[in-house]
Every structure is written in structure tokens, then in C-alpha cells.
């Protein structure tokens, strides 16, 4: 099994900067890649920021240019830098990682964390 925990929401005001963590642990796995999910109330769960595990980032559009996605190996964490948050920003985020184990792969997710952003 893989855990992932979230860290880093909050409430900010638009404009403002959010850093979100997300350590995964677990033995017996391969983390391959690590992103940012997120769902706001009555939406659907969307993708937000990918990191490959050879380091290349994908991020949605409607976030293109004020987010930044990345990974340290080292310590098994993956991060998401917010800037210039907007009020449609406001969302529970999700860490997601794709992690393999002999030859099979499989997905885990964390259990979320709020950010809220106030206009």
C-alpha cells in the first residue's frame, strides 16, 4: 500500500500564494508519477498538475503560468506552488501517484485538503 498526506491548504485572498506538500510512504512499491487533482463543490475531480517521473510537468490550462508542480525524490514528495490564486481556484486538492509493483500499476490517492480563496 501507498499513503499520501496532503498539507499546505488553507484560506488565502485572491491574489495570494499557497504551497501544497504531499508525502507518499510505503514499502514494496515504485512511485512513477505524483500530480494535483482537484474538486470543487457540484464539478467534477480534475486534473490540475502532473509530474512524470523523468521530471516533466502537464498542467491545465485554466492554471498554466500561475502553478508550478514539483517533485523531490529524495523525500518522496511532491509539491504544488499556487500564485496569483483566484476565487474559481477554490477547490479540495487532491495528491494522486501512479506507483508500480511487479510489473502491475495502481493509483492512490490522499485525502485531500481545502483551499479556499476569498475575492
Known amino acids: 500500500q501507498v499513503q499520501l498526506v496532503e498539507s499546505g491548504g488553507g484560506l488565502v485572498q485572491a491574489g495570494g500564494s499557497l504551497r501544497l506538500s504531499c508525502v507518499s510512504s510505503g514499502s514494496g512499491f515504485s512511485i512513477d508519477s505524483m500530480g494535483w487533482y482537484r474538486q470543487a463543490p457540484g464539478k467534477e475531480r480534475e486534473l490540475v498538475a502532473w509530474?512524470?517521473?523523468?521530471?516533466?510537468?502537464n498542467y491545465a490550462d485554466s492554471v498554466k503560468g500561475r502553478f508550478t508542480a514539483s517533485r523531490d525524490n529524495a523525500k518522496n514528495t511532491v509539491y504544488l506552488q499556487m500564485n496569483s490564486l483566484k476565487p474559481e481556484d477554490t477547490a479540495v486538492y487532491y495528491c494522486?501517484?501512479?506507483?508500480?509493483?511487479?510489473?502491475?500499476?495502481?493509483?492512490?490517492w490522499g485525502q485531500g485538503t481545502q483551499v479556499t480563496v476569498s475575492s
Open positions: 494522486n501517484a501512479i506507483a508500480s509493483r511487479r510489473g502491475s500499476n495502481f493509483r492512490y
Open positions: 509530474v512524470a517521473s523523468g521530471g516533466s510537468t
